[in-house]
């Protein structure tokens, strides 16, 4: 039977916590269970609440992925947030924010456990020897030309709990298998927190995640295989754009192909020598 990794989410614990930090983190909510972090928030959202909002579950009963696939998100399995903006950033740069909660996510977890092999493959999945121990779905409200809000939802895995394991897209790695230290996900949650707000509030938000982006994404630099409903494209993956936009040089036309997160699905990058 699977347990409550530790009691650090619950509100007495980590409220004062949030309260006294410089995140802006303006509400809280903890939900024992719920059928979608992300659900709650984007509710949250539409009522008009204010950012940064904190939505957590213990468990999720229909946690959901990219793509439209389901994320195993158990009792005890993991670290399962949403976190709700009212970015002022341009439409065109969502896609940096997209990017940017990955790598804080990488930097957190860095600085908490020092993981060795631990990258991010674009445009945020955190991987681990090749496993996916943390998956990122932003979902976005717009009018026109404005973003109203966004929702960031996190999924990290510590710890395999029962489920089908055997259908997720990219096999799983589970925190708890790659350190020794103890695992709090309130001192992980404070520090993506942390490390989101360090570029959130700066004045180059675009440029500050780009340039740290380029740094901890194995994707760059990799033959990769990009498919959408429009095709597939394979490749060499250069770089990404200031909209957050993968560039993939086509290994047929020689071109430079600019992938958006929203359509493309990454397959498995390919050895640099095939
Ligand atoms: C992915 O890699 O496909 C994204 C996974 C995102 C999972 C998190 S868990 C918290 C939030 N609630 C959800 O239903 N999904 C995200």
Redesign the pocket.
């Known amino acids: 039977m699977a347990q409550i990794i530790d009691q650090s989410l619950r509100p007495e614990n980590i409220l004062p916590k949030l309260q006294s930090s410089p995140y802006g983190v303006q509400f809280y909510r903890y939900y024992t269970e719920t059928t ?3 659900d709650r928030a984007k509710e949250y959202a539409r009522a008009g609440f204010p950012e940064i909002g904190v939505i957590v579950a213990e468990r ?1 009963t229909a ?4 793509m439209g ?1 389901q ?1 195993i ?1 158990e009792l005890g399995g993991g670290l ?3 976190i709700l903006l009212r970015p002022r950033l341009d439409p065109s740069q969502m896609g940096v924010l997209n990017l940017a909660f990955g790598l804080a996510v990488y930097r957190a977890l860095k600085s908490l456990y020092n993981l060795e092999g631990l990258s991010v493959k674009w445009p945020n ?1 955190i991987l681990i020897s090749n496993g996916k121990l943390a ?3 932003t979902e976005t409200g717009s009018s026109q030309s404005r973003v109203n809000w966004a929702v960031v ?3 990290l895995n510590v710890l395999r709990t029962p489920g089908s394991w055997e259908k997720v897209a990219t096999p799983p790695a589970f925190l708890a298998d790659e350190t020794k230290e103890r695992i709090v996900r309130g001192r992980i949650l404070l520090q993506i927190l942390a490390e989101f707000s360090a570029f959130y509030y700066s004045e180059t938000f675009v440029d500050a995640v780009l340039t740290e982006y380029m740094q901890c994404c194995g994707t760059i630099g990799s033959n990769v295989v990009c498919s959408s409903q429009h095709g597939s494209v394979s490749g060499l993956a250069v770089g990404v754009d200031t909209r957050g936009h993968l560039l993939v040089r086509d290994s047929i036309s020689g071109r430079i192909v600019s992938l958006d997160a929203k359509e493309v699905s990454l397959q498995k990058p390919l050895p640099n020598d095939e």
């Open positions: 979608s972090t992300n999720q946690g959901r992925g990219r696939r994320w998100s399962w947030v949403s999945d998956g990122i779905l939802g996190i999924g």
